[in-house]
């Protein structure tokens, strides 16, 4: 029998594991088909999962959607977009935070309607928080990198981006900047 820690610990090694089958373009069909991608999703909405099998999680469902449009279709037709943008939420900014943001990359590279249910999902304005100057550097990376495939090609995004209070000054006074000075 399993303590409730052990448990827990098993499960982000799981995830983990799936992570790492995932590197192979064969086993991310094999993954989705057996319901991982569902309970990934399920784990990231349970309560008390920890920062670290969080980041797990996340980083799992990252690499089963980097090159694959069928899972990168599914993970929006399972409501994890939301579930992921919730995430940009979390302080203190940290590697669950970075996941997040680079799962949403993962979704919205050459994918139109993710690029869509992303800003639809309130990301943008939760984005460019995520510039400011509490925030880990690599934190502000894997967020301008997110911000960048969101925009291209997606006219709306744009908008978006420009209509949001801070947006434009956020991304002009991270390059006039150091990043402990920008004001978002």
Wanted: with cysteine; charged share 20%; glycine share 6%.
């Amino acid at each position: 029998m399993l303590y409730p820690d052990q448990a827990a610990e098993v499960q982000q090694e799981a995830a983990l594991l799936l992570g790492r089958l995932s590197l192979s373009e064969a086993c991310k069909g094999a993954i989705r088909g057996h319901f991982g991608i569902v309970t990934l999703l399920k784990m990231l909405d349970r309560l008390g999962l920890d920062r670290s099998s969080k980041e797990a999680v996340v980083r799992t469902l990252s690499i089963l959607a980097v090159d694959n449009e069928v899972n990168q279709d599914h993970i929006r037709e399972q409501y994890g977009i939301p579930v992921l943008v919730k995430l940009l939420e979390a302080m203190p900014c940290d590697g669950v935070t970075a996941a997040a943001a680079d799962a949403l990359t993962a979704l919205a590279i050459s994918n139109a309607a993710n690029k869509t249910a992303i800003r639809e999902a309130w990301a943008v304005p939760l984005l460019v928080k995520l510039l400011g100057p509490e925030v880990d550097m690599s934190v502000i990376e894997k967020t301008v990198d997110c911000l960048w495939i969101l925009m291209t090609g997606n006219e709306a995004n744009k908008v978006a981006l420009l209509t949001s209070a801070s947006g434009l000054p956020c991304l002009v006074h991270l390059m006039e900047n150091s990043p402990d000075q920008v004001i978002c």
